[in-house]
């Protein structure tokens, strides 16, 4: 069985940081290119960050780069969020991809508010 599980979300004030992980269990996780999407109220879900199987390449939506870093390991995906904003508040989705294969994560809230 697939299970991409989030943590790590919360309540964090304009300016701070939180850092999300994403445990993925029933995949072979180096094959997955995996990434964090995320949907705010009323808007559909975006891309904020991808990064590659074995050459690690990073990808970032543009109103996050120089804020966010996507990472990973061996069994995890983590994305690092500094000088949060309002406008990211959103709930968070983990997405593990490999060929036709698509698996996400049930999402995590961050909400950016003072």
């Known amino acids: 069985q697939v299970q991409l599980v989030e943590s790590g979300g919360g309540l964090v004030q304009p300016g701070g940081s939180l850092r999300l992980s994403c445990a993925a269990s029933g995949i072979t996780f180096r094959r997955y290119d995996m990434s964090w999407y995320r949907q705010a109220p009323g808007k559909g879900r975006e891309l904020v960050a991808r990064?590659?199987?074995?050459?690690?390449i990073t990808n970032y939506l543009d109103s996050v780069k120089g804020r966010f870093t996507i990472s990973r390991d061996n069994a995890k995906v983590y994305l690092r969020m500094d000088s949060l904003k309002p406008e990211d508040t959103a709930v968070y989705y983990c997405?593990?991809?490999?060929?036709?294969?698509?698996?996400w994560g049930q999402g995590t809230q961050v909400t950016v508010s003072s």
């Open positions: 990064i590659s199987t074995t050459d690690n």
């Open positions: 997405n593990a991809v490999f060929l036709r294969l698509q698996y």
